[in-house]
């Protein structure tokens, strides 16, 4: 808490306490969303107390103040993977700090392959429930009370009237038959899964899968925060269309759906 305390403090001091309504954080190739926030201020994550730094290529590590449809927030240009080799404590740090900054609630996008065979490269997938495949998770050793209970409840980790709202957005948009609900599971990389993994997270119920993001939401929602998470579908993975991947294809599919991601976001932000 200490370390949260000063992380927290810095950017207070650095940002005349502003106070975001909302924090988001920006996946793999994600970064476009950035380009629409009316910066305030602009930090480095090497600058903030404890923070850790980004090692991912496409992820710059900044931390962003400003608004967005109208609305204070703070973006993530950046998170932290476990396979980076950050305990979970790391890798949801800023999540935690972002809420003692203030924030209501969180938005979250990541890059993740997809598992069911009816969606397409560069769909957006809103994530309803997850699978956890990590193998640890933010909350195991004692808990933090200052920010949560012991036995945070999972029931709906994923708030359904952003989801709603998300959804009537993407409507609103154009965008209904490029944007689906789906599962998400979690691994921990950084090596892709081979064939068979793939055909066994198909069967236990995932349609995309990654190696992030429900870390970050498990913290937010033991600290009671409502959450929203987009994942954008850069890879084919179900039966019939698996291929090697190429870090230059995923790349190029985030970029092709990087403006239904900015435009969507937007919506639900200014909403």
Do not use: C, W
Not at 5 to 13: D, L, V
Not at 106 to 118: C, I, M
Not at 240 to 248: D, M, Q, S, Y
């Amino acid at each position: 808490m200490q370390d949260l305390r000063e992380a927290t403090a810095y950017i207070q001091a650095q940002s005349d306490n502003f106070l975001p309504d909302t924090g988001i954080i920006l996946g793999t190739g994600l970064g476009a969303l950035a380009k629409e926030v009316e910066v305030a201020y602009s930090l480095d994550y090497a600058d903030i107390p404890h923070f850790p730094l980004s090692t991912v290529e496409s992820h710059a590590g900044r931390l962003l103040l400003g608004t967005l449809g109208g609305r204070k927030v703070t973006v993530l240009q950046g998170r932290f993977h476990y396979y980076e080799g950050y305990s979970m404590e790391q890798v949801v740090f800023p999540v935690r700090v972002l809420k003692l900054l203030g924030i209501k609630q969180l938005f979250v996008s990541n890059a993740a392959g997809g598992l069911n065979p009816d969606f397409e490269m560069a769909d957006l997938m809103l994530i309803d429930d997850h699978i956890n495949l990590q193998p640890t998770n933010p909350l195991v050793g004692r808990n933090l009370d200052e920010l949560g209970p012991r036995f945070p409840d999972m029931f709906a980790p994923y708030d359904a009237t952003l989801l709603a709202r998300a959804e009537a957005a993407a409507a609103a948009l154009g965008q209904a038959a490029t944007t689906r609900r789906g599962v998400y599971a979690s691994l921990p990389g950084p090596m892709l899964e081979t064939p068979a993994e793939y055909r066994y997270l198909r069967t236990i119920g995932a349609d995309a899968v990654g190696m992030s993001t429900v870390p970050e939401v498990i913290a937010a929602r033991h600290m009671g925060l409502p959450v929203l998470a987009v994942s954008v579908i850069t890879d084919l993975a179900s039966p019939g269309r698996l291929k090697p991947v190429v870090l230059a294809d995923i790349f190029a599919a985030a970029a092709k759906a990087e403006p239904r991601l900015t435009a969507l976001m937007k919506a639900v932000v200014a909403e």
